[in-house]
């Protein structure tokens, strides 16, 4: 497909579990991006990747966090033991990288529910 | 630091009616200002953005948003609302910082009657 894709679309899992959430860019997007977006709220940065690395993880919550990019094309974010305040839709989106002020091109979200 | 208030969690309009959903910004330094919308079971979608050129900006849909500085303000509109513009908006801000993060709102739903 031509758009951001992301999968699974749902997850549901355990207290204390490991998850890994990914996300297919849309092909020759160098920028990509982790948002969390909990039930009422707007979308919080988590991480940003221009390229391989990760250029501002200013946004993960806690080093349970982490995510991956090593090929600069598909993303992993992965979960460490997880908690139930970490249920929320993970939003993944992409872009030329060409600034701040570019459009993003967002994936329809994974439902991660925290049981 | 940045932030972005959305003023109203809900809105409903009658089909045909004005649209006015409402964003106020603060930012320390020259922002740049988006709205996106995001219908059920799709991803986000960019309406439109704000970057220093003309402060009135015409996006898809019909939609458009002013950037008026001394209110802070970026409020979007739409002359005449149609059924299928229910959905949830989000107003959002960056700035030339050297972060990439956007700071959104909390969104606005919007419902349309018929």
């Known amino acids: 497909g031509a758009g951001v894709s992301q999968t699974p679309s749902n997850k549901v899992t355990e207290k204390g579990k490991y998850v890994e959430l990914r996300c297919d860019p849309i092909?020759?997007?160098?920028?990509l991006y982790w948002y969390r977006q909990s039930l009422g709220q707007g979308p919080e940065f988590l991480i940003y990747?221009?390229?391989?690395?990760?250029?501002?993880d200013s946004g993960l919550p806690n080093d349970r966090f982490f995510a991956v990019r090593p090929e600069g094309s598909v993303s992993t974010l992965k979960i460490q033991r997880t908690e139930r305040g970490d249920s929320a839709v993970y939003l993944c989106?992409?872009?030329?990288?060409?600034?701040?002020?570019?459009?993003?091109?967002f994936g329809s979200g994974t439902q991660l529910s925290v049981l | 630091a940045q932030s972005v208030t959305q003023l109203g969690s809900h809105v409903s309009v009658s089909e045909g009616a004005l649209v006015l959903l409402r964003c106020n910004y603060s930012s320390s330094v020259p922002p740049y200002l988006f709205w996106y919308v995001q219908y059920p079971n799709q991803g986000l979608q960019l309406l439109l953005k704000y970057t220093s050129a003309a402060t009135l900006v015409k996006g898809i849909n019909g939609f458009e948003a002013e950037f008026k500085k001394s209110e802070t303000s970026f409020h979007l509109t739409k002359p005449s609302a149609h059924m299928s513009d229910a959905a949830e908006y989000f107003c959002a801000v960056s700035s030339d910082t050297g972060r990439r993060a956007l700071t959104f709102g909390s969104g606005t739903r919007l419902q349309v009657q018929p």
């Open positions: 990747f221009q390229g391989t690395g990760a250029a501002d």
């Open positions: 989106a992409s872009s030329l990288g060409q600034g701040p002020n570019e459009k993003l091109f």
């Open positions: 092909s020759g997007h160098t920028a």
